[in-house]
């Protein structure tokens, strides 16, 4: 039994697994693929909700997107793809429970976090909002539409990465370009 699961976990086993999966769409397939790796789904949904009871019902949700998603991607190293899209499955949560209404452009945005300040503290922040909307619209479309996708409709990488066909790393390209492209325009509108 645990050389078994020893076996199991060599990523060639894994891989083997999804084929398999991807060829027959066998649900006992992708649950032999995925019960040895739930401890950790679990432990990385502790991490980001802090509850047990939510992290429980989050291995199973991710379990039913394993059952479309898995089909849909190119998965070379299935512990990685899984904890990626599970980190993703808990972000994309938390977003949803917020509360807030506004558009929340926070740190992450810009490094400094100026934009928020200035907004925030300005006396015309009409003015700011429309820079930003300016600004926005200099990107290129790639950059434009990965940053509405990620900041404003708050979609997790992976989603805007099936939204627009690009692969991940596109997507993170386009989201960092269009963070830094963003800053520079909003500095100068500010001068």
């Not at 558009?103 to 003015?127: C, P, Q, V, Y």
């Not at 992976?158 to 386009?174: C, Y």
Request: proline letters at 1%.
């Amino acid at each position: 039994m645990i050389k078994d699961l020893k076996k199991h976990q060599d990523s060639s086993m894994d891989e083997q697994w999804v084929t398999d999966y991807k060829k027959k769409g066998d649900l006992m397939i992708l649950g032999k693929l995925y019960q040895p790796y739930m401890p950790l789904v679990y432990g990385v949904c502790l991490k980001y909700f802090k509850d047990e009871e939510n992290s429980k019902d989050a291995v199973m949700q991710i379990f039913e997107q394993l059952i479309t998603k898995l089909k849909k991607h190119e998965v070379k190293n299935f512990k990685s793809w899984l904890y990626v899209l599970s980190r993703n499955y808990c972000l994309m949560e938390l977003r949803k429970n917020q509360k807030n209404t506004f558009i929340n452009i926070d740190e992450s945005f810009m490094e400094t976090g100026s934009l928020l300040h200035r907004i925030n503290n300005d006396d015309d922040k009409e003015a700011q909002l429309v820079a930003l909307e300016k600004c926005i619209e200099t990107l290129n479309h790639e950059q434009k539409l990965s940053v509405d996708l990620f900041y404003l409709q708050k979609k997790c990488y992976s989603e805007v990465a099936e939204h627009t066909g690009f692969d991940l790393n596109k997507v993170k390209s386009n989201i960092q370009n269009g963070k830094r492209n963003l800053k520079i325009c909003l500095e100068k509108h500010s001068d």
